[in-house]
């Protein structure tokens, strides 16, 4: 089983340590800072055994170069041309096995940048997915199309309930009033608001999530959803019904929000 220690970073950026229990062995997901990685390896007593990434951005790659220094250590991530510091490249289908008994799923999940990649491990029911699902909203589509990333967060969906969603970023707050204009009735997500502005006051994170409340808050989820399709249709009145088309409005929408 994994302990999972959050290391903020940077502004809004959560890098996440994976403790593999039982050991004093540590996996790092998306280290876009080595110093505090570093810090954290020191105050919890680990050591750091390997490295996955989810795309290729600075802000969840930039620390690679200095962790790799004077540690031999693996370092997944998808098979991209733009992460040179990739060891082991993933994809679509492959399992990855850390510390001999944390067996992760990778899914390919192209939209906010081409080579973007998420992790799921069903025994911890953890979800590691970068910039592709947050809380409460989803990353803006850098390299991808509307099809595809609707797609990739299908894929997403799709996983059980209960999965606890590790995003990348503390972005909910802005993400729930974006939500808000999208279904100002639903009830599920004033609690949601009324929650996360609890959690930001008293200096909590609001990340994890669970994956039942985005599927009854996200929009970006909720693309089959009339009320979503209705609002979708007033922001761009050109009858779109097709998922991923309720998706590029959201998302358009969304960008000049
Ligand atoms: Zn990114
Ligand atoms: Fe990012």
Known sequence: ?????????????????????????????????????????KQHGLELAGIM???HHGDHTGGIKKLTENRSIPVYGPDSPNIST???????????????NTEFKVFEVPGHTLDHIAYHSP?????????????????????????????SLAKLASLPKETEVYCAHEYTLANLKFAQAVEPDNETLQARVKQAEQVRASGGF??????????????????HTPSVIESANRQEPNEVN????????????????
């Open 206 to 223: 609001t990340v994890p999530s669970v994956l039942g409340m985005e599927l009854d808050t996200n929009p970006f989820l909720r693309v």
């Open 86 to 100: 990739i060891t082991l490249p993933l994809k679509e289908g492959d399992s990855l096995s850390i510390g001999g």
């Open 123 to 151: 025994a911890d029911a953890a979800l590691f997915c970068g910039d592709t699902l947050f809380a409460a909203g989803c990353g803006r589509m850098f390299e991808g199309e509307p099809r595809q990333m609707q797609a």
């Open 1 to 41: 089983m994994l302990k999972i220690i959050p290391v903020p970073a940077f502004t809004d950026n959560y890098l996440w340590l994976l403790h593999l229990e039982g050991s004093n062995q540590a996996y790092v997901v998306d280290p876009g800072d080595a110093a505090p990685i570093e810090e954290a390896l």
């Open 242 to 257: 097709e998922p991923w088309q309720v998706f590029a409005v959201l998302r358009r929408w969304k960008d000049n929000f």
């Open 53 to 55: 990434v989810t795309h």
